[in-house]
């Protein structure tokens, strides 16, 4: 018998103590800026500098953060279960703190994409994408960001990992945003689901374990406990 599954599901409180705002919490990043300024397709053909400067603010603090214990606790999962990580941050922090399999359902700041075919996707060296940055097709680059009102291109995947998980772990996330919070709902009956995060959940998610507490605590908790639990010896055991 292979490994139990495990996914983890995470949001922008994961990575809250890693210095990064969040965007719904009282200092979040949606009080400082309008949704339909920086982040919509609406905004990026009004005013692209706009948009251009909110994300290069993100890019910057992301190359300074440090991945924090939540990260490494999870990475630290893959030893006991097979572990697929669904991300809605856009942070490469989960990487960095060693998970092997990282499904960024929002995109990835690190990483720019062609204006003219979306599947020619390029690195950014350093904090900033420009206007005049152009791909090797010769359009403009734009972040490789999912905005609102665009499409989840990695929606199908991430929900048949969730309907193929043992567990979920549910770690910092409103659960506000669609689809992405849909995906719970994929998950089997006989699977149990866990949640971290120091605000109640919305209602539909009473069937959750929840962990009332920051992720930085709360991750490695529940990590000791999946441990303990899972019946398995960890990988590299003799
Ligand atoms: N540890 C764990 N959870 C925390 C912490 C912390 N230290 N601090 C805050 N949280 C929780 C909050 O209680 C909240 O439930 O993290 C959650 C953050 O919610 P949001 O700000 O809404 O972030 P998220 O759910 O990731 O947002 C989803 O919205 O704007 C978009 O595209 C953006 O991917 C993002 C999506």
């Given at each position: 018998m292979g490994r139990p599954r495990l996914v983890v599901f995470s949001g922008a409180g994961v990575s809250a103590e890693s210095g990064l705002k969040t965007f719904r919490d009282a200092d979040g990043l949606w009080e400082e800026y309008r949704i339909e300024d920086v982040a919509t397709p609406d905004a990026w053909r009004r005013d692209p500098a706009k948009v251009l400067h909110f994300y290069d603010l993100r890019r910057a603090q992301v190359l300074a953060a440090q991945p924090n214990a939540a990260h490494r606790a999870i990475a630290g999962l893959e030893r006991w279960f097979h572990v697929d990580v669904v991300t809605q941050n856009i942070d490469d922090l989960h990487e960095r703190a060693g998970s092997s399999r990282v499904l960024h359902l929002h995109g990835e700041i690190l990483l720019a994409r062609s204006t003219a075919d979306a599947s020619v996707v390029v690195p950014i060296n350093g904090p900033t994408l420009r206007l005049?940055?152009?791909?090797p097709l010769g359009s403009q680059l734009r972040p490789h960001i999912v905005w609102f009102g665009e499409q989840v291109p990695m929606m199908d995947r991430a929900a048949e990992l969730v309907q193929q998980a043992d567990i979920l772990v549910v770690v910092g996330t409103s659960l506000q945003v669609y689809p992405a919070a849909s995906l719970v709902h994929h998950l089997s009956r006989k699977a149990d689901m866990h949640l971290v995060d120091p605000q109640d959940p919305p209602a539909?998610?009473?069937?959750a374990t929840h962990w009332k507490q920051k992720a930085v605590e709360g991750v490695p908790a529940l990590a000791d406990h999946l441990m303990r639990i899972s019946g398995t010896p960890p990988r590299g055991a003799s």
């Open positions: 005049g940055d152009r791909c539909d998610m009473g069937r």
